[in-house]
């Protein structure tokens, strides 16, 4: 007799569903994690590095660029962070375009009593303008109060504040991310107009330290990418500022010279998105002032960058 046939299954049995969604799933976070690691070293790395020349002339053209698209938008100074701005750039560079916009401001200027901080802003462009005393001390200390703080950074012996709100001003800890981008920058007007001191040196340092550190994490080049190097510079510390930052908003610079607000539409928030551009002048002041500022305040950190 022979024997039966050997009959082979050549059906695999189904893959359980359970454990095939396991498997997409896991490798969908692979390459979700390798895409993220990814952007962030193309956020903080460059691939090739400018000669020192090439890096000059391109720093120079986005100067001259943005300047001359700041000249033609005279309404982003009603905003007393660019007016500040825009003043510092006009000490560092004499430029005759950023004179005319200040004296045309200095010009329209007229006392109001109604608005008190007027006068406070004035004063960044003229100093010989008088600033009232300014009683803010009802003012409840909570969250970033930026121009009540900017005022005070200005005139402290005229804008008067709660002892609970210059503390809050001060706080090394108290704010994280955006508001402390804030802080930073009423920190650094403070120094420019009353002085530093070691204690606000410290906070300066540590703040700026926070910031640089967000930097590295934060790959969008909206309105806060050019804010954090603006900020980090004001504060004194150039050292930590990495060369693929700046080069990056080089490379986001529009050919009319200005910045957009958004990245891809994608705006300051986690969650902020927008269709349109709400507000280029403010990235385009920031930027040309972290620009200015490396170019005539710290062009020791272009020699030691590139070669």
Known sequence: MGEDPIVINATKPAAHPVRTLFRWAVGTAALVLLLIV?????NNYSLTRLSRGEFRARLDRSVETATSWLSAHPEMLGNPASLFMVADMQKMSSDARLRRLLDDYRSSFTPDPRDPLRAVWAHIVDPRI??????ATGIPAGDVVEILWMAYAVAPDRVLVSEDQRANMFSRTRYFWGRRNHQLFTLDIYRHYNGGSPALDSTLAHLATKVARDARFDLRVNDSYPQRIAFVLAAGHP????????ERVLSYQHRDGHWSYCWYRWCKGIFEFS???????HTTVQAAWA????KHRFPRWIDQHYQ
């Open 130 to 135: 008088p600033v009232p005393v300014i009683d």
């Open 239 to 246: 050292e930590l500022i990495r060369p693929r930052w700046v």
């Open 291 to 294: 620009l200015h500022m490396l």
């Open 275 to 281: 269709a349109g551009d709400p507000d280029p002048a």
């Open 38 to 42: 990814l952007a962030l070293l193309d």
